[in-house]
């Protein structure tokens, strides 16, 4: 079990170019969530997937974020046209529906956003 | 729609003494999931216990215990023997068959 990874760690880039970020969960895992934190604050739900269904949005995601897991394993978090006000840490993090640690979310350890 | 809140925006206590760190919540939910993650300094979300709403047993594990109160929708945490290792900012967080809502979390510095 390798945990959750994301890529990049780090992301510098300028307002109103487009960026992407990679979530890859634990394995056996069929659920993965996205959230944004912002400094000093909680993590804020995003969107989820179960499998390569997108579950929910969260009124937070605009219409330039869009997330995608095409075959239900790793995913992706687009972020087009960004501005500053998108800078936060996004944080992925994958559950299992079954087994005894069901629905305990596990994260990885984010991407920080920097938009200049 | 669930809420979290923590009214403890950061807390102290001595070495190998003991801490509570409070937590209320609120859902409409019958079945749900309490938990305490713990985030060290540029580190990330860590889980350090869960608690299911059915069960009246609170949680332990090793040093971390909670007291959940479900009639008044309460669920601490309490931390045995505290090291400095336990600094962290800790969040509680609740769901059902839902993403998790956090709280704003309690900033715990360890003295040595």
């Known amino acids: 079990d390798t945990g959750v990874s994301q890529d990049p760690r780090h992301k510098i880039t300028k307002r109103g170019q487009n960026v992407t970020f990679r979530c890859d969960p634990i394995?056996?895992?069929?659920?993965l969530y996205w959230y944004r934190q912002t400094l000093g604050q909680g993590p804020e739900f995003l969107t989820y997937f179960q499998n390569e269904a997108q579950l929910e949005k969260s009124r937070l995601l605009s219409d330039r974020f869009s997330a995608e897991r095409p075959k239900g394993s790793f995913s992706t978090l687009e972020i087009q046209r960004t501005e500053q006000g998108d800078s936060a840490m996004y944080l992925c993090?994958?559950?299992?529906?079954?087994?005894?640690?069901?629905?305990?979310?596990?994260f990885g350890p984010g991407t920080r956003l920097t938009v200049t | 729609a669930q809420t979290v809140t923590q009214s403890q925006p950061e807390m102290s206590v001595q070495e190998a003494e003991t801490v509570t760190l409070s937590c209320t919540y609120d859902t409409s939910e019958s079945d749900y999931y309490l938990f305490w993650y713990k985030q060290p300094p540029s580190r990330q979300m860590i889980l350090v216990i869960r608690q299911e709403a059915y069960k009246q047993q609170n949680a332990t594990e090793n040093r971390f215990s909670v007291n959940f109160q479900k009639a008044a929708k309460s669920f601490s945490l309490k931390i045995s023997d505290s090291q400095l290792g336990d600094a962290a900012m800790y969040f509680c967080a609740s769901s059902g068959n839902t993403p998790l809502v956090f709280g704003k979390g309690t900033r715990l510095s360890v003295i040595a």
């Open positions: 993090a994958s559950s299992s529906l079954t087994g005894d640690r069901a629905y305990e979310q596990y």
């Open positions: 394995s056996e895992h069929n659920r």
